[in-house]
C-alpha cells in the first residue's frame, strides 16, 4: 500500500521557469529513492528489534529450564525484560491462594525493591490494571496513562514510586484458562 513517510523540500531562489516536469519526474525518482532507504533501514530495526525481543525470550525460557528456584527465576525475568526492553518498570505479580490479592513477587530497580519491602499488592479485580487482569485473564493496556477514552485502558493504579509512567502494560501469566 503507498504510504506517505515523508516529504522531501525542494526550494529555488529563482522565480521563473521554475521545476519543469523533468525537474519533477527527475526528483520524484529520487524521492523514491529515499524512501526506499528509509523502508529499508525501518525493516532493519525492526528485524533488530524483533531479533533482541526472541533472544530474550529464549533466555528467559532457558532461565525456567535452569533455574530451580522461583524467587530466582522470577528476579531473572524481571532484570531480562527491562534491560532487554529498556523499559522503565516491570514486574511480576502472583494472585494470593483466595485469588484476592495480586501480589508483587519480582520487580525492578529502586521502586521494585521498596514496593517488595512494602509487601506491596493490588486488589483482584480493583481499580488497577493488574488486578483486571487476573480478574479477566486479559491483557489490559494503557498507551498514554493521562488519556481516557476508546482505545485506552482507564484502570490502572497510580503509583508515586513510579512517576514517570506514560503507557503501562499487564499481561496475565495463564494457568490453563486462569490468570495466575
Known amino acids: 500500500a503507498n504510504k ?3 516529504v522531501m523540500a525542494i526550494e529555488s531562489y529563482a522565480t521563473e521557469n521554475l521545476f519543469t516536469p523533468s525537474d519533477q519526474e527527475l526528483l520524484s525518482t529520487i524521492a523514491l529513492q529515499v524512501a526506499n532507504a528509509l523502508e529499508s533501514d525501518r525493516l532493519l530495526d525492526e528485524v533488530g528489534q524483533r531479533a533482541v525481543q526472541l533472544q530474550t525470550a529464549a533466555e528467559v525460557a532457558r532461565a ?3 533455574i530451580l528456584d ?4 522470577l528476579e531473572r525475568s524481571v532484570e531480562l525484560i527491562r534491560d ?3 523499559y522503565y518498570y516491570v514486574g511480576v505479580f502472583l494472585a494470593d491462594a483466595e ?11 529502586e521502586a521494585g525493591r521498596r514496593m517488595l519491602a512494602a509487601k506491596h499488592r493490588l486488589e483482584v ?3 488497577s490494571m493488574i488486578g483486571a487482569c487476573i480478574r479477566d485473564a486479559q491483557a489490559r493496556i ?8 476508546a482505545g485506552y485502558s482507564t484502570v490502572r493504579f497510580d503509583n508515586p514510586l513510579l512517576p514517570e509512567t506514560h503507557s503501562e502494560m499487564a ?3 495463564r494457568r490453563g484458562d486462569q490468570a495466575i
Open 4 to 6: 506517505v513517510v515523508g
Open 99 to 109: 485469588r484476592r490479592w495480586a501480589v508483587l513477587r519480582a520487580g525492578t530497580g
Open 84 to 86: 532487554r526492553f529498556d
Open 64 to 66: 525456567t529450564s535452569s
Open 171 to 173: 499481561v496475565p501469566l
Open 142 to 149: 494503557a498507551l498514554d496513562v493521562g488519556i481516557e477514552g
Open 125 to 127: 479485580g480493583g481499580a
Open 70 to 73: 522461583l524467587q530466582e527465576l
